[in-house]
């Protein structure tokens, strides 16, 4: 009757957790875990490594199903199924919370992070706790913030060897609005799309282009159908793990427990092996047939300087003391190096 019932679970997008135990033991459930993360890819692999030490650590007794590819939906509508408790897990792209809690805008200024080791100090410290916070009263958890890599631009049309190359192009980019501007700022004609459409658009001439890490633009297979690639670095994601909160409430604290600590061991993983695989993706897009730019300073401070606008308006309307945090961050990681 058990495993009947067990089976019947399995089959809901609801969580499956029983009536808490008075020794808070670890009870039998699954865990359904979403993105929109192509498989193979820095991001799914996080999540693959995440349900084998939960379920390590469970002792079998968690079972995290991941759902690759846009397979429950695409990221927005993965954040209201949390929100309403209709699922448990989800992993995105943190910029995309700024629909939420417009402080999370500030992650997707142009040019902010010069490298990985100034976002980690960013999102593992007061700015990352903040963020955390504000998420907490839209009913989402925040488990650890792991990371999608800095983002280049691609098209099939020509190659951009200068920011007035962008001119014209038909641009995918996230569904947010700091995307939009910035590459409306670029001179390009920015189209806001769910990834798990992006192939297809790509494919079609829907768009020209679009932007991503390298690791993403492999794994989703977007050289085949794209020619070029200018190594932009315009902004760095990191990717926020979020846990429905109606659903987290039913935990005990000793499964929440077990969550959160491999969430962590997990975000550490997923960052290195993310960090590795962008320059060895960006070796096999090249061997692939794609042509790679690498921008010279002076090309880059040409898109930092026509980008700023719309870096300073997004900083303008956030918390001021968040942005203060932010760039004292910053500063200090730098001072010292």
């Not at 609801?14 to 193979?40: K, M």
């Not at 996230?174 to 798990?196: D, H, K, R, T």
């Not at 600590?261 to 070796?283: C, H, T």
Request: proline fraction near 6%; charge should be negative; aromatic fraction near 6%.
């Amino acid at each position: 009757m058990r495993k009947t019932l067990m089976a019947f679970m399995a089959g809901l997008l609801l969580a499956s957790v029983s009536p808490p135990a008075a020794n808070a033991e670890i009870r039998e459930q699954i865990i359904r875990c979403a993105s929109a993360g192509a498989e193979g890819s820095p991001l799914v692999i996080g999540q693959r490594k995440f349900a084998e030490m939960v379920k390590e650590k469970s002792g079998g007794k968690i079972d995290v199903k991941v759902f690759p590819a846009g397979m429950l939906g695409g990221d927005l509508q993965s954040v209201a199924s949390l929100q309403g408790g209709l699922l448990q897990m989800s992993v995105m792209n943190a910029g995309l919370m700024a629909s939420l809690a417009p402080d999370f805008a500030l992650l997707d200024l142009p040019f902010l992070f010069e490298n990985a080791k100034e976002a980690d100090a960013v999102m593992d410290g007061e700015v990352g706790k903040s963020f955390t916070e504000e998420l907490a009263d839209k009913n989402l958890v925040v488990l650890a913030y792991w990371e999608l890599g800095f983002r280049n631009l691609t098209n099939s049309r020509r190659p951009v060897e200068k920011v007035d190359d962008i001119e014209g192009l038909k641009i995918r980019v996230v569904q947010s609005p700091i995307y939009l501007e910035m590459f409306q700022a670029l001179g390009a004609n920015a189209v806001p799309m769910p990834f798990p459409e992006v192939y297809t658009a790509l494919e079609t001439g829907t768009v020209d282009g679009q932007e991503n890490p390298a690791p993403s633009i492999l794994t989703a297979k977007l050289n085949e159908v794209q020619k070029y690639i200018t190594l932009t670095r315009h902004t760095y994601n990191p990717m926020v793990l979020l846990f429905s909160k109606p659903l987290w409430e039913q935990l005990d604290q000793e499964e929440r427990d077990l969550l959160q600590a491999a969430a962590s061991e997990a975000a550490a993983f997923q960052r290195q092996l993310s960090r590795d695989a962008d320059a060895k993706a960006v070796e096999a897009l090249a061997a692939s047939g794609m042509t790679v730019t690498k921008l010279p300073p002076e090309e880059i401070a040409r898109f930092r300087e026509k980008t700023k606008p719309v870096a300073d308006k997004f900083a303008a309307s956030a918390n001021p003391d968040l942005v203060k945090a932010l760039t004292d961050t910053i500063q200090r990681v730098r001072a010292a190096n």
